[in-house]
T-cell receptor, first 114, second 114 residues
Framework: AQSVTQPDIHITVSEGASLELRCNYSYGATPYLFWYVQSPGQGLQLLLKYFSGDTLVQGIKGFEAEFKRSQSSFNLRKPSVHWSDAAEYFCAVGPRSNDYKLSFGAGTTVTVRA | KAGVTQTPRYLIKTRGQQVTLSCSPISGHRSVSWYQQTPGQGLQFLFEYFSETQRNKGNFPGRFSGRQFSNSRSEMNVSTLELGDSALYLC?????????????FGPGTRLTVT
């Protein structure tokens, strides 16, 4: 069965510090991988995605993620967090087909302290 | 260009009633997906429509249904509402369907069932 695990429910980080959000997946084959961000009262916004090729992918807002096949992981990182990065972050996987049927992790809430 | 719009933004219904939610995709987008977001179950895929046809469906009971019109606008309907249907319902559109096309999410409709 497909599953996406985000082990950290809540992370607090100081402004200017680095951030890493973990994501592990269980899937029949290497899926397509995504990270989304949701600010309060908003829908989801795509930060980045991995389909193939370079396993380190760059996204918007200074985020990057690294795909590690051997660990079934797709961790999200940002070198220096800004207060506006406070939000909920979701890892998602989808099949390597035309099916737009994403499975999401439970989300990690990021709090940024001054 | 305008983003994905969802109406209404907030809705309160009573158990046993039915409800219809509306989603207008970004102009030119032909694929519309629906997701349910709850604190307990997280984000779950409901269904996807492309060119007026349901292409994918998640694991939800038949009380949840949807349709798409020729202008790509979509509606979802929930009949015989239950308390557990209280959730944020998110709609997302993409250009031509297929997971390699980015999905753009609307702000959601917050449904409360009392």
């Amino acid at each position: 069965a497909q599953s996406v695990t985000q082990p950290d429910i809540h992370i607090t980080v100081s402004e200017g510090a680095s951030l890493e959000l973990r994501c592990n997946y269980s899937y029949g084959a290497t899926p397509y991988l995504f990270w989304y961000v949701q600010s309060p009262g908003q829908g989801l916004q795509l930060l980045l995605k991995y389909f193939s090729g370079d396993t380190l992918v760059q996204g918007i807002k200074g985020f990057e993620a690294e795909f590690k096949r051997s660990q079934s992981s797709f961790n999200l990182r940002k070198p220096s967090v800004h207060w506006s990065d406070a939000a909920e972050y979701f890892c998602a996987v989808g099949p390597r087909s035309n099916d737009y049927k994403l499975s999401f992790g439970a989300g990690t809430t990021v709090t940024v302290r001054a | 260009k305008a983003g994905v719009t969802q109406t209404p933004r907030y809705l309160i219904k009573t158990r046993g009633q039915q409800v219809t939610l509306s989603c207008s995709p970004i102009s030119g987008h032909r694929s519309v997906s629906w997701y349910q977001q709850t604190p307990g179950q997280g984000l779950q895929f409901l269904f996807e429509y492309f060119s007026e046809t349901q292409r994918n469906k998640g694991n939800f009971p038949g009380r949840f249904s949807g349709r798409q019109f020729s202008n790509s606008r979509s509606e979802m309907n929930v009949s015989t509402l239950e308390l557990g249907d209280s959730a944020l319902y998110l709609c997302a559109s993409s250009l031509s369907g297929g997971i390699q096309n980015e999905q753009y999410f609307g702000p959601g409709t917050r449904l409360t069932v009392t």
